[in-house]
């Protein structure tokens, strides 16, 4: 009997009450074709009904595409995912409350199709702890209508331990880029692996139907054994899309440099022009010690490997994306988690496993909300859900952390010349205020680790000290009353060391960083 099938004879296979887990990061490895289908079932049926969908990553191009297709009242039930905003209507679901709605961790769902599939109880980990996932926070429940509780503290030897609870998967929706006739499939021009083979493992196992889309069929065992990702035993039926349904990322079509086909030229960095965000680049970067294992976040965090480009540094660096590339230059926000020129791309789950035994020297992340005990809120702003993705697997375990971001936000206009700030206007909204609302990062449990944690913004520079938030540095020209104390909701602990940043950092030109990195080396031996 021929796997290959209609996506909408595909969708027809998915039943009311059913659980889906899909792979994807952007629109890597989504199954597009699949979730257009879907959508056009239930709104000319009113079928598949109470879905539970499963997801790790952002999945969507953050408009039309990716779990968008299922964000509709009835559709989904249950939602359990690592980020919505790439998926406004799911998002939209969720902040109106019409279905239940569980944000978890993005390592720990890629590993929790692992404990599926070899029905082991759960994931056992100590991410999330201390946070929002917490259930003795708020355990990963992000609507008023979720109650139950998905996520336990278990006692191991007498120590805490989070369990991230396993359940059977019914349908996998997975994406490949090639299969051949008994479904055995490539990922060849995919430029991530992502967990599409954990998950066929997972429902395979849990009795399901697993559902690949490909670009293309060929014969019956003319594929390289050696390309096979997902073996044909796993996988159930094939659906053929057309090629407006395949993209590589949330933006590109199909770049051969993602996929490791190519080596492109990257030629000579454009600099960054001399503003705030080039200025919290330059001393996040300074913490850069020689040989880092480096995560960076979108945003201003991206800049850091911009700023060591400029330096000449980049080869004390070897940058690494939570979805799975390692070494090359990540790309930019419309390709998110892609890299040009990868040494190697390794599945989604296996980088977690890496990150989440302290793999990472350092990571930059994106600094939102912030508040006295150092917790870090990235996750819900009011009814916004954004989600946690990777966020928490990664500032947990990284062995030193940056939250690199402005002072204020909204309107924040300033000027960086002769080595000092000047604030023109202040932005209307503080970032450092009382209680985060949600805790996506626990500055209680960093301080039970003894991780170092550092506070990056263009006039003000603090550390986790004493499980306080303590203000170390202040930028050169920037008064401390009115430009620091008075644009914060709470008083910061103030180091009886306190010292004024690297006016260089100020300067169209600095050229400190690679002296800087040298002296965290002899600081690292002499610890």
């Known amino acids: 009997m021929s796997k290959i099938i209609s996506a909408a004879k595909a969708a027809e296979l998915i039943k009311d009450g059913d659980t889906v887990a899909a792979s994807g990061f952007g629109l890597s490895c989504w199954a597009e074709e699949m979730g257009i289908s879907i959508e056009e079932r239930f709104l000319q049926t009113g079928h598949p009904r109470n879905l539970t969908v499963m997801h790790a990553s952002a999945v969507g191009n953050r408009r039309d595409k990716g779990m968008s297709h299922l964000g509709y009242e009835g559709l989904v039930k249950r939602w359990i995912g690592g980020i919505a905003i790439a998926s406004p209507k799911m998002a939209n679901l969720i902040e109106e409350d019409k279905c239940e709605a569980y944000n978890l961790p993005q390592g ?33 429940k992000m609507s008023p209508s979720t109650k139950e509780d998905i996520v ?78 997902v073996p044909g035993i796993l996988v159930d039926y094939l659906v053929v899309s057309k090629p407006e349904n395949h993209f590589q990322t949330e933006n590109t079509y199909y770049n051969p440099a993602f996929s490791g086909h190519v080596k492109v030229p990257l030629g000579s960095v454009e600099p960054l022009g001399l503003d705030e965000r080039k200025v919290i680049a330059r001393r996040s970067a300074a913490e850069l010690v020689p040989n880092t294992v480096l995560n960076l976040g979108v945003g201003i965090p991206v800049n850091v490997a911009t700023v060591a480009a400029e330096e000449g540094v980049s080869d004390q660096l070897i940058l690494t994306t939570e979805a799975g590339s390692i070494g090359g230059v990540p790309a930019g926000l419309k390709d998110f988690g892609h890299a040009y020129n990868s040494e190697a791309i390794v599945d989604h789950d296996a980088q977690f496993d890496f990150y989440d035994g302290g793999g990472i020297d350092l990571s930059v992340l994106g600094l939102a909300q912030t508040d ?8 819900k702003f009011g009814t916004r859900v954004a989600g946690c993705g990777g966020f928490i ?23 960086v010349e002769d080595g000092k700030l000047n604030i023109v206007q202040e932005g209307k909204a ?30 003000a520079v603090f ?4 499980g306080k938030l303590t203000l170390t540095e202040i930028a050169p020209g920037v008064d401390l009353q009115t ?32 002296s800087i990195i040298e002296k965290n080396r002899n600081k690292s031996v002499q610890v």
């Not at 060849?188 to 998950?199: A, C």
């Not at 006295?372 to 996750?379: K, L, Q």
């Not at 990664?394 to 206009?413: D, N, P, R």
């Open 108 to 140: 720990v769902i890629t590993q929790l199709y692992r404990e599926i599939a070899a029905k082991r109880p759960g994931v056992i980990t100590k991410v999330g702890m201390g946070t929002f996932v917490d259930p003795r926070v708020e355990g990963g």
């Open 152 to 229: 336990k503290v278990i006692q191991i030897e007498g120590e805490d331990w989070l369990l991230y609870k396993s359940f059977p998967i019914n349908i996998g929706l997975i994406r490949g880029t090639v299969a051949d006739e008994n479904g055995n499939l490539t990922l060849e021009r995919e430029g991530l692996h992502m967990e599409v083979l954990p998950i066929a493992q997972a429902v395979r196992n849990s009795g399901g139907i697993v559902i690949a889309q490909v670009e293309s069929v060929a014969q019956a065992g003319s594929l390289n054994p050696k390309d096979i990702k």
């Open 372 to 379: 006295a005990f150092g917790n870090v809120n990235v996750s």
């Open 393 to 415: 697997n990664i500032s947990q375990a990284a062995k030193k952390l940056v939250f690199a971001g402005t002072f204020t936000a909204g309107g924040l206009m300033v000027k």
């Open 430 to 459: 503080k970032k450092f205020i009382k209680r985060v609302q949600q805790i996506t990062f626990s500055g209680s449990y960093a301080s039970e680790i003894n991780q170092h944690v550092v506070y990056v913004t263009e006039r």
């Open 463 to 466: 550390e986790l000290q004493n």
């Open 483 to 514: 430009h620091i104390l008075d644009q914060m909701d709470f008083e910061p602990a103030i180091s009886p060391n306190l010292k004024v940043m690297d006016s260089g950092m100020f300067q169209e030109t600095w050229g400190n960083l690679s």
